[in-house]
Nanobody, 126 residues
Framework: QVQLVESGGRWVQAGDSLRLSCAAS????????MAWFRQAPGKERDWVAS????????YYADSAKGRFTISRDNVKNTVWLQMNSLKPEDAGAYYC???????????????????WGQGTQVTVSS
């Protein structure tokens, strides 16, 4: 079992930076690949970024490439999403998700993830 708690979401202006955190509890955190998803009101939950269980590979949606960085610390049981040059279209609820997966690659399908946090809200004002 992995419990996930996101934090760090807030109101920012376009162009600002923000770092989201996801604290995990449970001794199996390091056996999970991790991802961030975003969901805007009335829209589907979209994949943003993933990181392998070891942290040695990262993957990004086109909208996040060059601006966002996902990272993790398996000792601190935490995964982060550093977001730079934020745009209004980046706004939404950001969810941290864990997938029991030791391989490389990523999945953008929310159904492939085993655990979810409650989300943290990011608002970007133009």
């Amino acid at each position: 079992q992995v419990q996930l708690v996101e934090s760090g979401g807030r109101w920012v202006q376009a162009g600002d930076s923000l770092r989201l955190s996801c604290a995990a509890s449970g001794h199996t955190f390091s056996s999970h690949s991790m991802a961030w998803f975003r969901q805007a009101p009335g829209k589907e939950r979209d994949w943003v970024a993933s990181i392998t269980w070891s942290g040695d590979r990262t993957y990004y949606a086109d909208s996040a490439k060059g601006r966002f960085t996902i990272s993790r610390d398996n000792v601190k049981n935490t995964v982060w999403l550093q977001m730079n040059s934020l745009k209004p279209e980046d706004a939404g609820a950001y969810y941290c998700a864990a997938r029991t997966w030791y391989g490389y690659g990523w999945s953008s399908n929310p159904n492939d993830y085993d655990y979810w946090g409650q989300g943290t809200q990011v608002t970007v004002s133009s």
